[in-house]
């Protein structure tokens, strides 16, 4: 049965109703018909038809579900002296070269039980929902050896079979950091990543993307193209770490690729951003991580005036952004980056849904925007208006979460009233 959900504003994030002056397609005193988890109609309370029931929510604002395209939220233990060190002063490399950093992290994930890292993962993921997050990108890439690895994609898989969390879009983060054992064969590893694991994770269905961490002590533009090419073989999408502390053409590689998406970027020149451009590999900004980390944002102006698309999201992990909360992303964006809130707003719903071919991908079933066929997948929020949701709240500011036609959270104490339309 048809069941409308109405509020004072309604924002859509529907690119056929957005204009200049209103970005994000906003219905005001508006409602949105949801049958079997599809949305089926979009429009003003006043056009729904006779007989239809209303869930009126109020003097509110409703819209798509959040979508988190940057995440590793698949881990073990905690990393908080670590961030203490850094918090007094100490610099992200030199703790990673002395043994901190991912590797600490991929100790914890080898020494952890598979069933507990799905539970860790798990609670992760319901506490995202609690903030407004139906759909979920989650890496894998702390195991960096391959049982490791098969084991947080494992965990990952069967997380995203629970229908009471947000939609899993998992990623094989096939070079995060090389691993202890194979310090001395760089080579051997990279070479075992691109001709063995990166074709058993395709065969075997366990990503949708592959990513790779280019960076100055990282991975090279060569070590990546391998792999990258060998996920395209197999039909995976590229995503790519990219400048986070330098530029060595990451973003060109990526563009060159038709990769989905280039992430970090506090360091991308102006043929980067060009090669973007004409690519239309989108942006995904990770600010929590840059704050944490005391860095210069990266060149936003340039790359709106660039046409590139920004995606925000909340790089969840347990180093440099140990946050669960797309929400505080979307806050710095706005306070450090110089997004506009509808910016913002577009950057975790129908950007991240199409970074993560969620949304504009024939034959999928669209998210990240409230238009008919697609997921139901909403958010009532305990606020006036949008441009609310990007001040700093620090706590959830949600009363009803909804993916595909499901309750993930209710506000306590939140009732709601099903009138029929007459």
């Known amino acids: 049965m048809s069941v409308a959900h109405a ?29 079997l988890g599809r949305v089926t109609w979009v429009g003003p309370r006043g056009d729904l038809a006779p007989g239809v029931p209303v869930v009126d929510h109020g003097d509110v604002v409703l819209t798509p579900g959040l979508v988190d395209a940057h995440t590793h939220a698949c881990w073990s233990g905690s990393r908080h002296a670590e961030y203490a060190v850094r918090m007094a002063g100490g610099n992200y490399e030199a703790i990673a070269k002395a043994g901190g950093g991912i590797v600490s992290t991929h100790k914890s994930v080898v020494g952890c039980d598979a069933g507990v890292l799905a539970q860790e993962l798990a609670a992760r993921l319901a506490r995202m929902a609690t903030l407004g997050v139906t759909t979920v990108e989650v890496k894998s890439g702390y195991g960096l050896v391959p049982d490791a690895e098969r084991k947080q994609l494992h965990a990952i898989r069967d997380v995203a079979r629970n229908a009471s969390l947000p939609h899993v879009v998992p990623t094989f983060l096939a070079l995060h950091a090389i691993p202890p054992v194979s310090r001395q064969d760089r080579e051997g590893y990279v070479r075992h990543v691109e001709t063995v694991l990166v074709p058993e994770v395709a065969r075997d269905g366990l990503a949708e993307f592959v ?35 330098a530029d ?15 992430d970090h970027l506090e360091h991308v020149g102006p043929s980067g951003m060009f090669a973007l451009t004409a690519s239309k590999t989108r942006a995904i900004l990770l600010p929590t991580a840059s704050f944490t980390l005391a860095q210069t944002p990266p060149p936003v102006a340039s790359l709106r005036d660039a046409g590139v698309e ?42 991240a849904a199409a970074s993560l071919h969620r949304f504009g991908v024939s034959g999928g079933v669209p998210r990240g925007a409230l238009i008919a066929g697609a997921a139901a997948d909403f958010v009532v929020w305990d606020l006036p208006h949008e441009l609310a949701i990007v001040q700093p709240w620090g706590v959830s500011r949600t009363r009803l979460v909804v993916r595909e036609g499901q309750v993930l959270h209710q506000a306590h104490g939140h009732n709601v009233q099903t009138s029929p339309r007459t």
């Open 248 to 262: 060595i053409g990451g973003a060109e590689l990526a563009a060159e690729l038709g990769a989905a998406s280039v």
């Open 211 to 245: 990513d790779a961490y280019v960076d100055r002590d990282a991975f090279q533009v060569a070590e990546a193209r391998r792999v990258f090419e060998a996920a395209k073989r197999g039909g995976l999408g590229i995503r790519v770490h990219v400048g986070q502390f």
């Open 310 to 351: 920004l995606v925000v999201a909340s790089d969840a992990n347990p180093g440099t952004a140990p946050t669960e909360s797309l929400p505080l992303a979307l806050a710095f964006a706005v306070r450090a980056y110089g997004l506009t809130p509808a910016e913002a707003i577009l950057g975790a719903t129908r950007h």
């Open 7 to 35: 509020a004072r504003r309604v924002v859509t994030c529907d690119p056929a109703r957005a204009t200049q002056a209103d970005p994000l397609g906003v219905v005001e005193d508006g409602a949105i018909v949801v049958l």
